[in-house]
Structure formats: C-alpha cells, structure tokens
C-alpha cells in the first residue's frame, strides 16, 4: 500500500528567478529517498512543493496515479518533520502527537490508544504529559516524528531534521529514524546537506545543484561510480588530477603528473578513444609507497594521526596537492620532506571529461537517465 | 571572601533612599490620610462610607464594567487588525502601522473631546443628521461614549503587542497544523491565539491599566456615568465639598483594585509559559477575493475611525471662532488667541518638563537596569520592585500623594517645576526600566567581560560597552515615554498651577471654560508635537519593535 511519488517536469520560480527548471523524478513505494545538496540547492524548494506549501509553477506532482499539484497540504495525506520539529509550545506530548488525529474523521475513541502506539514506538510514552520545554532536543525529535507518523500518512518528509542536534545525538537518531522507518515500511523524503547522515540513512540518493538533479543511485553507487565531478567532490573527499587519456591494445592509458602512466580496465566501450580526461582519486585510492617504481611523485607535507587511519597531505613535483589516508601501521609515521610514490588504485578510481560533466567509466549506475525515457 | 566595596552599592543606596522619599513616603501618606481623621484617630469610617454609599461604590463598579468592555472591544478590534496585518501583504500596510500608534498616543482626553464636537448635543454630525433627515442620534455621552472612545484610541495596543507575538510564530508550526488538517479559523483559534495567549493577557493587562486610570475621558464623556478617577479628582479639588481624606481612601482602593488585577494577570500568564524559537518567521500572503476586500475595508475603515478625532481637531483649530461658537471661514484667530493665553510658557514648560524627566528616567533605567540584572542581590530587587509601585497607581493619585507629602514644610514642592517633573519620572519610569532591564537581559555578560579583560575598568565598560548596547531598547522605549510625559494629563491636573502649566493643561483648561476655539489651538499644536515626535522616531528607527 505504500505510496510510490512521480514528479514530472517540476518548475519553481520566486517572481523572476527560477529556482527549478525542469525536474523530473520518481521515488518508490515504501523507499527512504533522500534530497542530498549543498545549501541553497532547491532540495528544500523541492520538498515543500511535495508538502504543498510551496506553489509549483510547472509540472505534474504525483502520489500513485493522483496528481496532486492542486490539492490542500491538509489533503495531501503527508507526515511532516520540521527542522525546528515545529512542536506546538502550548500542548503537551500527548496533544501534540494528537493533534493531527483530531483533525480527521479518526474514531475519537481510538485516539487515545492510536497516540500510545506511536508514543512507544518512538519511546516516549513516559513522557506523554510533559511540555515540549522540558525535552531535551532529541526527546523533541522523537515527539516530532510520533506525531508526523500517528496519522498514518501515505507519505513522510522531513526537512533537514536532525541539523539542530548535537554530533552524537544526530548519529544515534539517525539510526533511530531508519529503524522506524523500515518497520513502518512508508514513503520518505529526506532532505540533508549532511552526505555521511544521507549514506546512513537512505535507500537511494538524489543528489542536487543548482536546482537540478545530478545524479539518483544507491549510496554506494553515488559514492563509488558519481555521475560527474560535483558528485564526486560533494559526497566525499576526492583529489582531482588532469591527465590524457590514449588507448593502447584496446585498453585505456591515462598519463598523469609526474609521468605516470595509469591503465585503466573499467572504461566504458564507447567512451575508448584518445582525449583529455579530469582523474578523480579519493584519499585512500591513493596508495604512499617509498622507493623506486612507478607513481606519482610526490613530497610529504604534513601529516595528521588519527588511530584508525593516517592522514597525509602532499603535493606533486608537478605542483598539484593532494591528500591520501592510509590506514595506520605500526611502523613510524612518515616524516614531512620525505618524497614518495603515489600508487592509484585504478580499480576504484574514476575518470570523468575534462570538463567533469560525465563519468567515462561503466558501473555508473544513474536512475536520472532512465527518468528520460 | 569579603565583597570588595564598589561604587554600585552607593548607587544602590542613593536610589533606596530616592524612592523612599518620592514614593514610599507619599504612598504612605495617602494610606496615613484615608485612616486618620482631622482629629488625629485611626478611622475606617472613610472606606465605611465608600462601601455603604451607593453613591460611590458604584464608581468603583462602574469604573469596572466599563473597562472591561474596553478591554473586551480593543481585544475584539485589534486582534483581526493585526492578524491581517500580519499575515497578509496590505498595501500600504506601514500607512496603517503609523496611524495606529498615533492614534494610540493622542493626548488621552483630545479624542473625548473631538467626539464630542462631532456626535456631542451640538456636535457636526448629530446637528447634521437633526435637520438633513430628522433623525436623532443616540447620545453619546455616558457608558457608551467612555466604551467608544476608549476602544478607539485602545485598540492600536493590542495591534502593537500581537503583532509582535504573531512576527515570533515559527512558520513552520503554521505548516505543521496545515499538514495535519488544521486550516482556516479552526487554525486560527486551536494554534495561533493559543500561542498567542500570553501576549493577549499583557495587552489585555496594558488596556485594563490604562483605561480603569484613564480620567480624561470619563470626565468629560462620562457625564453621569461616574467612575473612580473623577471621582478621586472631585473629592480633592472639585468645586464643591472636597473632602482630602475621603479622596485618599478612594485611592487607596483603586491602588487595591488594580493592584488584584495585575496579580491575577500575572497568575493566569504562568499558565502558558512556553518560548516558540522562531527559525522562520510568517511569509505574508496577498489578500485575495471578496475576503481581501473586506480585510482592507475593515482596516482602513477602523483606522479612519480611529483617527478622524485628530484630524477633526487640527481642522477646527483653524476655523474662525468665538467663545464656544464655531463660525463660517477659516484664520488663526483661535492661534492668536493662545498666544495670549500663554502658549508660549505652556509649549517651554511642556518641553523643558519633557527633557527634563525624560533625561532622567534614562539616567535611572539604565542604572537600575544594571543593578538589577548584573548585581542580583536582595538590595537591588527591592528597588525593583519598588520601581513597579507606580505601574499599579493611577496617574491622578500619585498627583495626590505627591501634594500630601510635599504641600508643606520641610519639602514644600507643590507648585514647583520640581513637583511636576517627579510626577512625570514616577509615572513613565516603570516601562522604561522593563525595557531596559529586558534589553540587558538579552547581551550576554560575555561582551562585558571581553572589555574587562582587555583592560577597561569597570566604569569605562559600563560606559563604553554596555550603555551603548543597550541604547537601542532604552530609545524605543524613551521616545514613547517622551510622547507620554508631554500628554500628561492625569496628575498633572492635580499639581499644575498657573507657572507650571503645559499644553495638555492649557487644552484642559480652555476646554473647560468652553472655549473651544482656543481648546482646538492647543489641543491641535499638542496633536502635531506628538505626530512629529513619533514620525520622527519611526522614520529614524525603521522598526516596528514599539514597546509600549
């Protein structure tokens, strides 16, 4: 019974600037689908016209087959989880989670029972009769979503909620978050700027610039095959080198800074000829090996020693910086000054254009492209 | 460890002693003079013959009722007024602001005064609507007339307060309701005026406040319909039967009454005590429709309502006239004849009065305001508290308790300017220290001890960092005090002598001897000084953060 949202050809303009041009979007039934961008993006833009408290100035919005564009966000059957929870400051718990049951035809006689299931679920119940002053900020997050998903809504969007939270409590609500929601088993629409609580959370990924969709995939799609090179730098760390790219025995070569002559294995067929390319390495694609060999050449600058991994920062005899995260050995850290090897990892890496539009390699896995048929 | 001696605790000290001697002591002498008779014996009889006297119990019911109604109406008329200027783009939506707090501000008795020129027995419009159609208008003096000009002049309080309270309404708990089902008027009263209740309860307390000691009005609109200011102001220089003592045990009641009230607005706000942090404030909406007419009919038709008094004044003071009779063109006839009627004397004292006080209450907010929320100690909530007394005392009976306590020797003050300017700082002060206390409140003590720890002395932080900080709260509300102090009416009816006079007086005074030619010069020159002193503000400040 899950709710599936078909967003055709979406358009949002505030007077003359058009914040939205042209986006088209499908997010499955029963999915937690999250608006990832930086601020300023139009994820919110976009979440608000699903809601109906922004006007949509093009377009068809659908829940299923009913096309929405015109309905009464009262009507529209959504839960919503604002990013100040929006609590009512003159009810309690208990009111508060209620307030959306007494609103519609609900058997007033259930309402009570109906609350308590919501309030357990979200763990609570102790804290029914209390004002929203006396909770703590994650209590407030728990009273939000109680009272966003009491009503049983055919669809749930939240809006940036765990942004007012502290570091560990936005970890432990996250988890908490995705728990409900794979046991309510509803529709979600989740918007963050935060790209760590997106892969954490989500089940896929849209991530935004400028008012469009750049590229829709699986968390680790997103992140190990980006679409482009804004995906690749927004979710994650990744050094960005020029390069060329030949092909030699139907394999492709890149050649790099300092000489370095990559061969790359995942090319895409029909992207197998000769042209500049912008390689993409993410920190730990980058392996620091000592000695002579292949590699990039390079000179430690600094470096920062953080248990688990080592983070070094370099920069090339070429000029360009660069920064590698080792996990840490037990041998002695290795001592700015020193010059090194960069080995890629040419499996994981990605080559884009040169002008970073497109990733060149196969496994790029985009639903955007599939919205275009 | 021993508390090292600093020039605070003087300070301390020397406001202790002001406010014994300015307030305590009067406020004790009207207590002294409504139990003790001429013969020097502990009496009760005063407050005996109040209560068992219809004839004057009935002030204190009257007084009641009709403020009640008052405050019902303001609330009724200015609550709608602000939600759609709140809520919705009204052209010319600043227009509006500005009129309202004009209107608000207006000398108290010129509205009286100006309806009853146009709906009074020889009023325009009654003498209009007598001999065009035959009608006779219903009379306005009485119950309804005190309601009518009192709701009018009111209203623009409540406007002011709750659109302060609907700008802290977090949008998004407008898009929650709306996104569980709530819209519309059910949305209206079940979320935004219950999130608003506090805010109506301080308006509605403000109002209460202010039209219980409202004495202008009832004196001249109320007719036969007494209330207790008059009543009090009769009792002690009416033209017939004064009785001091009588008087005092009047105001020792109304002190009781008002007193109860604002304990009981204190009690019923604690029950809705909660802060909404406002992330997003209201976007407004265009008024669209047949609901969009009707909104802008009934804001500038209320506004024009509000305001036609004023105008209506300013207009006659320009119309040729002779004694009580207005006639047909226009001159300065009626200018002419306030300058002979010392208008020049009544604008200096007005003005030197005003900066004066004004100064003063500046002065002292800012210090107590720092004693109270930088040195909380028992001393200094005392003056606190203290400070509060007046807000509870009717104007007319701190003018009173003033003469009581500085009609004779050792402090012969009665008559002076000094007399007047106490009245004025004792009467305004209240409200200039809430908001700065408030103000200080809200700068964190962070920045102060920056300026200590780079060096500064504590005098030259206090002058250099924090009075500066705080000298936005404090203008807000020091421009409204200066437009209170130069209207004054209510105490200053009670100490004015003829050196002393101000231009409210002047205007009571030509009012009463039914001059009215000469009533609308000066009531007409104190509308403008007003208006000009709070266009001023307004445009300086561009703010709408009044604190009234």
């Known amino acids: 019974m899950s709710v599936n949202i078909n967003i055709r050809n979406a358009v949002k303009r505030y007077g003359k600037n058009t914040v939205i041009e042209n986006l088209t979007l499908s997010i499955c039934g029963g999915e937690f689908f999250t608006l990832l961008g930086p601020s300023g993006c139009g994820k919110t833009t976009l979440l608000r016209m699903i809601a109906g408290f922004n006007s949509i100035e093009g377009g068809d919005f659908f829940f299923n087959d009913t096309r929405i564009n015109d309905l009464n966000p009262a009507k529209r059957n959504i839960g919503m989880v604002f990013q100040n929870y929006a609590i009512f400051p003159h009810m309690n718990v208990r009111k508060n989670v209620e307030f959306g049951l007494k609103n519609r035809p609900f058997d007033r006689k259930l309402i009570h029972s109906q609350a308590d299931k919501f309030l357990k679920l979200m763990q609570i119940d102790q804290l029914a009769d209390r004002m929203p002053a006396q909770l703590s900020g994650g209590q407030q997050q728990r009273v939000a979503l109680a009272r966003a998903l009491c009503i049983e809504p055919d669809v749930l969007l939240m809006d940036e909620p765990l942004s007012n939270l502290d570091a560990k409590l936005r970890v432990e609500m996250r988890t908490v978050i995705k728990e409900i929601q794979n046991s309510v088993g509803i529709t979600t629409v989740y918007v963050t700027h935060d790209q760590e609580e997106a892969m954490a959370v989500s089940d896929r990924i849209a991530v935004m610039n400028g008012g469009v969709i750049q590229h829709v995939g699986t968390p680790k799609n997103i992140y190990q095959r980006p679409a482009n090179t804004f995906v690749a730098t927004f979710i994650g760390r990744s050094n960005m080198l020029e390069g060329d790219m030949t092909v030699e025995n139907g394999k492709a070569v890149v050649s790099l800074p300092t000489g370095y002559k990559a061969v790359f294995d995942t090319v895409a067929p029909e992207n197998l000829k000769a042209q500049p390319v912008t390689l993409c390495a993410r920190p730990e694609e980058l392996i620091v090996e000592t000695g002579e060999g292949e590699g990039l050449k390079a000179v430690i600058d600094s470096s920062v020693f953080l248990g688990l991994n080592t983070h070094y920062f370099v920069h090339l005899l070429s000029g360009e910086r660069a920064e590698i995260i080792q996990e840490s050995s037990i041998d002695s850290i290795i001592k700015p000054g020193t010059q090194v090897r960069l080995r890629l990892n040419t499996e994981k890496a990605n080559l884009f254009t040169k002008d970073g539009s497109r990733n060149l390699l196969t496994g790029v896995d985009n639903d955007l492209d599939k919205e275009a048929v | ?548």
Request: charge should be positive; hydrophobic fraction near 50%.
């Open chain 2, 1 to 548: 460890m021993k508390r090292k001696f600093e020039v605070w605790s003087v300070i301390t000290w020397i406001f202790l002693a002001l406010f014994a001697l300015f307030l305590v002591y009067p406020m004790y002498g009207i207590l002294k003079q409504s139990v003790i008779n001429k013969d020097g014996q502990f009496t009760l009889e005063q407050f005996a013959k109040f209560f068992s006297t219809p004839y004057y119990s009935s002030t204190i019911q009257n007084s009641f009722v009709v403020t009640i109604a008052v405050t019902a109406v303001t609330l009724l008329l200015g609550i709608p007024f602000a939600y759609f200027y709140s809520f919705y783009q009204l052209k010319g939506g600043k227009f509006l602001f500005v009129v309202s707090i004009l209107c608000c501000m207006s000398a108290p008795f010129i509205g009286a005064y100006s309806w009853i020129m146009l709906l009074g027995r020889n009023g325009v419009i009654t003498v209009f609507f007598k001999d065009v159609f035959g009608i006779k208008l219903g009379s306005i003096y009485g119950f309804g007339g005190i309601l009518m000009v009192q709701a009018l002049k009111f209203f623009p309080l409540v406007f002011v307060y709750m659109n302060g309270a609907f700008k802290s309404i977090d949008n998004s708990l407008i898009e929650a309701s709306a996104n569980m089902g709530c819209t519309g008027v059910k949305r209206f009263f079940s979320v935004i005026m219950q999130l608003s209740m506090p805010t109506i309860l301080a308006a509605s307390l403000l109002v209460f406040m202010r039209a219980f000691a409202d004495f202008g009005t009832p004196l001249l609109i109320g007719e036969g319909y007494r209330t207790f200011p008059v009543e009090i102001y009769n009792q002690y220089l009416g033209e017939n039967g004064t009785d001091h003592n009588f008087a005092a045990a009047i105001s020792v009641i109304a002190i009781v009454v008002t007193a109860l009230v604002f304990f009981l607005q204190k009690w019923a706000t604690k029950k809705y005590n909660f802060s909404i942090n406002c992330l997003n404030p209201i976007q407004k909406r265009k008024p669209q429709g047949v609901g969009g007419v009707l909104m802008y009919v009934y804001c500038y038709g209320l506004i024009a309502l509000a305001f036609l008094p004023q105008l209506y004044i300013v207009y006659l003071s320009f119309r040729n006239c002779d004694g009580a009779v207005f006639k047909p063109g226009f001159s300065l006839v009626n200018y002419e004849k306030a300058v002979k009627k010392l208008l020049v004397r009544s604008i200096d004292n007005t003005m030197i009065f005003g900066v004066v006080s004004l100064a003063l209450i500046i002065l002292f907010a800012i210090l107590i305001a720092y004693l109270v929320v930088r040195r909380p100690r028992p001393l200094n909530h005392t003056i606190d508290t203290l400070s509060m007394l007046p807000y509870i005392m009717p104007g007319s009976i701190i003018g009173i308790a003033l003469v009581i306590a500085f009609g004779k020797k050792p402090l012969a003050l009665t008559g002076t300017a000094a007399v007047m300017i106490i009245a004025l700082v004792i009467r305004r002060m209240p409200y200039t220290i809430r908001s700065a206390t408030a103000t200080l409140q809200s700068i964190p003590i962070s920045t102060e001890e920056a300026s200590l720890s780079l060096g500064a002395g504590k005098l030259k932080t206090f002058l250099t960092v924090t009075t500066p900080m705080m000298a936005n709260g404090i203008m807000s509300g020091a421009v409204l005090s200066w437009v209170a102090i130069v209207t004054e009416l209510s105490s200053a009816i009670i100490l004015y002598n003829n050196k002393t006079i101000t231009l409210t007086m002047s205007t009571y005074a030509a009012i009463s001897r039914g001059n009215d030619g000469l009533a609308c010069a000066f009531a007409a020159i104190l509308t403008v000084l007003t208006a000009v002193s709070l266009i001023l503000y307004l445009a300086v400040t561009k703010s709408e953060d009044i604190k009234l």
